[in-house]
């Protein structure tokens, strides 16, 4: 394990039984965190029987929804680095019966993908990942033809100062970032590998959803 993803571990071990109550408070400051999600969601165009990888998926709050879209048929699973993130997981998928979802501890930038895999979606977790290129190239070589890879994330307005980025550290760092995290792109390499692409912009442009459709190999 790389010292990044040590240090995102113990951050999320600390945060992990707190940190859906804690992100809530996003809404105070005009973020719609489940608005934002169900749109990327939506993007992925699942159907009944397919199987979806959440890259990241913390806590769990997509997987009912993930599951309601690909049915009792289909198949979801789970994917996070730290175990106390995926302890929230775990108890959010036996409190609703989810059969169809299973979780897995794995660093994005080497799990092994299943086949047959119709979506990928990384919900505000790629950017936390230095190698997240390598994170999309791996996910894109899983997908079938025609598959989606759906990022949702922040980013910085062009609008936003230079000069007034480091006054975005304090937001940072309570989700094991620094500044140096808004130099990283994560919806270009889902652009670059994709055979067409689309990116939406919400909450003047802090937040995006880009989603790729994976070529014919």
């Not at 989700?175 to 003047?204: I, K, N």
């Amino acid at each position: 394990m790389t010292t990044e993803s040590q240090r995102m571990v113990d951050v999320y071990r600390k945060r992990a039984k707190r940190y859906d109550v804690t992100s809530n408070r996003l809404y105070l400051i005009g973020q719609r965190t489940m608005a934002y999600k169900h749109l990327a969601l939506e993007q992925l165009a699942l159907r009944p029987g397919d199987t979806v990888v959440d890259a990241g998926c913390g806590t769990g709050h997509n997987l009912p929804l993930l599951a309601e879209a690909v049915g009792p048929t289909g198949r979801v699973i789970g994917v996070d680095l730290t175990d106390a993130m995926l302890e929230q997981a775990e108890d959010r998928v036996r409190r609703a019966g989810l059969s169809q979802v299973s979780l897995v501890q794995a660093d994005l930038t080497t799990y092994q993908y299943p086949e047959h895999v119709r979506g990928i979606i990384a919900c505000f977790s790629l950017t936390l990942i230095g190698e997240y290129a390598k994170v999309v190239e791996r996910g894109y070589e899983a997908l079938d033809p025609g598959g989606r890879w759906v990022v949702l994330d922040y980013r910085l307005p062009r609008w936003w100062p230079q000069r007034l980025i480091p006054a975005l550290g304090p937001m940072i760092a309570p989700f094991g970032g620094d500044v140096s995290m808004v130099q990283r792109h994560p919806w270009e390499p889902v652009q670059e590998g994709a055979a067409r692409h689309r990116t939406l912009t919400r909450y003047g442009g802090w937040v995006y959803v880009t989603v790729g459709e994976a070529p014919e190999r």
